[in-house]
């Protein structure tokens, strides 16, 4: 048996173009991966099945072809039993399902030994879902095209992040399609070498998420959710991340931001409240002149 983590996907800003004519609409956007996630068991069997369960089991139910199955049948028909653990909430804004389907390509293609390298997983995931791609290799991305065409900024600090969901659905279509006002996808995007936050949230400020105002619109209750993340102290920015309704808040540090977590579980108990941390990638150490690569400090 083996056992994939299903990261949370943070968009941290999202440009939309003009709807196009497949229907689809150009992106461009900066997704980050956090340490919190759903987890998906893998293990070998005569017969392909899915059982769910965790705190977030509930919203599945009733979906008997979700897309951690489609993904499976996509890379081939065998067997296998999967376990999925929600963590996170249904249809968040945070890449959830498919992150899911990702983890479900990535360990069937171990246990199958389908042999499918990274390329050709996202190939296959660009079938499924506009969000998959980005989730095969979980990593730091910039995102353009509809979500499939990929580039890895060189480096990413650790990002202390707080995740708040007040439990409303926000159906993504309905969201695109209060669209007003966009900034499209017409932006230079940077080589993406963040040395530290500062760095980070000095290009953020350059960008927003166009998805933000219709899915307060829809749900005005994200508003009151971005305005308590913003009075936190230690709060750096605030945001929705995706089409909703799951809002972040970026932290100077790891106390900060679970401090923050203990007063707004206080203050606002009905909401779904995560402090967790994006790890950091690539970073490089001048004195030293080399990339020391991905870590797994915190991990």
């Known amino acids: 048996m083996i056992s994939e983590r299903a990261s949370a996907k943070i968009n941290l800003f999202l440009h939309v173009g003009e709807r196009r004519a497949d229907g689809f609409h150009p992106v461009q956007s900066l997704a980050v991966f956090t340490d919190m996630g759903d987890v998906l068991s893998v293990e070998a069997a005569p017969k392909l099945s899915l059982k769910v369960e965790g705190p977030f089991a509930r919203g599945l139910e009733g979906e008997g072809d979700n897309l951690v199955l489609r993904a499976a049948r996509s890379l081939g028909v065998q067997g296998a039993t999967l376990t999925l653990t929600k963590n996170l909430p249904v249809a968040s804004g945070i890449g959830g399902g498919s992150a899911d389907a990702a983890a479900a390509l990535r360990g069937l293609n171990q246990i199958w030994n389908a042999g499918k390298d990274t390329d050709a997983l996202c190939a296959i995931a660009a079938t499924l879902g506009s969000d998959i791609p980005v989730c095969v290799p979980s990593a730091a991305s910039f995102m353009e095209g509809r979500g499939e065409i990929l580039r890895q900024p060189q480096s990413m600090p650790r990002i202390p992040m707080l995740l708040v969901n007040p439990g409303v659905a926000v159906p993504t279509k309905d969201v695109f399609a209060g669209l007003k006002e966009?900034?499209?996808?017409?932006?230079?995007?940077?080589?993406?070498?963040?040395?530290?936050?500062?760095?980070?949230?000095?290009?953020?400020?350059?960008?927003?998420?166009?998805l933000e105002a219709p899915a307060v619109e829809l749900q005005p209750v994200i508003a009151e959710v971005l305005a308590a993340i913003r009075a936190l102290p230690g709060a750096l920015l605030a945001r929705m991340s995706g089409s909703g309704a799951t809002c972040f808040g970026i932290f100077a540090d790891d106390d900060a931001c679970a401090r923050a977590a203990d007063v707004l579980r206080k203050s606002a108990p009905g909401w779904w409240v995560a402090p967790t941390f994006v790890p950091e990638t690539g970073i490089i150490h001048e004195e030293i002149g080399q990339d020391i690569g991905p870590t797994d400090r915190g991990l």
């Open 182 to 210: 966009r900034r499209g996808v017409e932006m230079a995007l940077p080589d993406g070498r963040f040395g530290d936050t500062a760095d980070l949230l000095r290009f953020l400020d350059t960008t927003r998420n166009d």
